[in-house]
């Protein structure tokens, strides 16, 4: 079965909000640009970067300025948030998608919002993404492109939850083998959920600051609408960034914890070691003493030599022993 070729290059999908309805209507996949504006309402179009032919697309898209147009099609991968009274456009983090509707991987969505149409554009599909597509075609409270660039934004906070959740487990179990006799010391876990949790404070601390600044622009630079969305989204960031910020302790805890751990094992076989080397230290004098090449060494014109040499090395260990108990070593 072969898909049909969609008239919208890179077209993934399109949703039309009907205000009459208050309802989201699925626009078919082989919609034309053209007519895609319309008097009433207004759409979501979601395209893929994979197809060449996008960036030459939305240059028709006339609502959208330069600085929007080069936003959408950006390959510069950084998170950035622009607004003007006509449009509000950036660059987002959000996390891939894998075949099994999980992943864990910084994914990049860029969009571009007027009162008329929002475009998101990303290169490799995205969780947030499916999730507010599922969220639409089951609600009427989102009633404005504004509206589906915060609940974008809401969702990929939602997905930064199952991810802290996901990452709260993996410390647990690491905890359980720090914590307990076990020969494993939990690194190799540590390790990438140390790396996930760190590009995660980094981006939502960026995030922050973008919606920050955003919202503190002044009335002839702002989008209408955004300073009372913005001040939402900072209050739900700043709610997954505190249990971001509290795993990153508890895993640089866990760390320390490891560290002790390695180094107290270290220090036991360092002791062990030492011990072993002050019991043969004795036995080896002895030893090299009755292997000097000289004349009239003792025991040597006795057929109980052996015997009385092997005593003295005995005696020789046993002296150790005795000096190292003396002196409250062992």
Known sequence: MELPEPNIPGLIWAFRFDPATKGWQSLPFDVRGEDLISEEGFVWLHLGLSD???TSFIETIKDFDEEA???LTSRNYREHLSTTQQSVCGTLVDFQRGFDEKGAEIGWLHFAVTN???VTTRLKPLRSLDRVRSILEKTTRVRSPLDVFALLVTEFQRTVLDVVVETTETLNDIEDIVYEESSQDGTRDLTP???MIVRLNRHLRTELALLRRAAAEDEEDLFPGLDDVADDLI???EMVERDV???QDRARLLHEEINTKATTQTNRHLYILSILTAFLMPPTLVTGFFGMNTENLPFTE???GTFLAFMLIVASVGFAWWLLRKADII
């Open 235 to 237: 209050a739900r960031i």
């Open 69 to 71: 147009r080069l936003e």
């Open 245 to 247: 910020t509290s795993l």
């Open 116 to 118: 008329k149409i929002i």
């Open 302 to 304: 006795t057929s109980a």
């Open 193 to 195: 959920a140390r790396r």
């Open 52 to 54: 060449a032919r996008v």
